[in-house]
C-alpha cells in the first residue's frame, strides 16, 4: 500500500481534556523523519516549554483555528488563523492560548 491514515480519533492524547489536546500521528502514519502533531488548546491553556537542540528538529506550527502565541527565547509571535511559524532546533518556545476560544493547530517537525 502506498498511503497510510491517521485520526484523533484512534491515536490517544499525551495532555489531558482540561486543556485541549495533542495528538501526535508519526507512529500511526508511519513517517520516518516527518512528525505530525495535532494539537488543541483551550483558552489559558499552555503547551510544554521545550527546544530540539539534542536531536536537531526543526518545526512548523500553522494554526488551523483561533490565535495562539510563541513564546521564543527572546520574543512572543502571535499567529492567527493560517498564519504558520518556523522554528530552528536550537531556539526555545512555548505554546499559549491567552485567547477566549480553543485554539488548533498542525505541528510539524523533522530533522535539519
Known amino acids: 500500500m502506498g498511503y497510510q491514515t491517521a485520526s484523533t480519533a484512534t491515536v490517544d492524547s499525551v495532555i489531558d481534556d482540561e486543556y485541549g489536546g ?15 502533531t495535532i494539537m488543541a488548546l483551550e483558552p ?13 528538529q526543526e518545526e512548523v506550527y500553522c494554526v488551523v483555528d483561533g490565535i495562539v502565541d510563541v513564546d521564543l527565547d527572546d520574543e512572543t509571535v502571535t499567529l492567527g488563523e493560517g498564519e504558520a511559524i518556523r522554528i530552528d532546533p536550537d531556539e526555545t518556545r ?16 523533522a530533522p535539519v
Open 44 to 56: 489559558g491553556a499552555k503547551g510544554k516549554e521545550h527546544d530540539h537542540s539534542a536531536d536537531g
Open 94 to 109: 512555548q505554546l499559549y492560548n491567552r485567547g477566549d476560544q480553543r485554539a488548533r493547530l498542525v505541528l510539524a517537525g
Open 22 to 36: 495533542m495528538w501526535f500521528l508519526k507512529d500511526a502514519l508511519g513517517t520516518d523523519e516527518l512528525g505530525l
